[in-house]
């Protein structure tokens, strides 16, 4: 089993930037697909990037690309969301999710969630 713990969520005005964590514990993180879902009040929970085992493969949905990024740092067992140029409706509970075994932009086909983070972007 692995844990997931995020970290580096605030409050932010538009055009500022932050820098979310995940910290695995119990399993070497380099080896599962991380996912990044953000949970907005009232909205359900959406997908915002994933990064594949190698580090190099990304997808990130369109309402965040160029904006945001995400990287592995495997001496670290974590995984980063570097958030750029943010906007209001970036206001949410971000989450990071791990799947050993596949890549997806469903939330239920990921096994392991943290507790997630609140973003919160000031206008």
């Known amino acids: 089993q692995v844990q997931l713990v995020e970290s580096g969520g605030g409050l932010v005005q538009a055009g500022g930037s932050l820098r979310l964590s995940c910290a695995a514990s119990?399993?070497?993180?380099?080896?599962?697909?991380v996912g990044w879902f953000r949970q907005a009040p009232g909205k359900e929970r959406t997908f915002v990037g994933a990064v594949l085992s190698n580090g190099l493969s990304t997808k990130y949905s369109n309402s965040v690309k160029g904006r945001f990024t995400i990287s592995r740092d495997n001496a670290k067992n974590t995984v980063s969301l570097q958030m750029n140029s943010l906007k209001p409706e970036d206001t949410a509970v971000y989450y990071c999710a791990a799947d050993p075994t596949r890549w997806s932009m469903k939330v239920e086909e990921y096994g392991y969630w943290g507790q997630g983070t609140q973003v919160t972007v000031s206008s």
């Open positions: 119990g399993r070497i993180l380099s080896t599962y697909i």
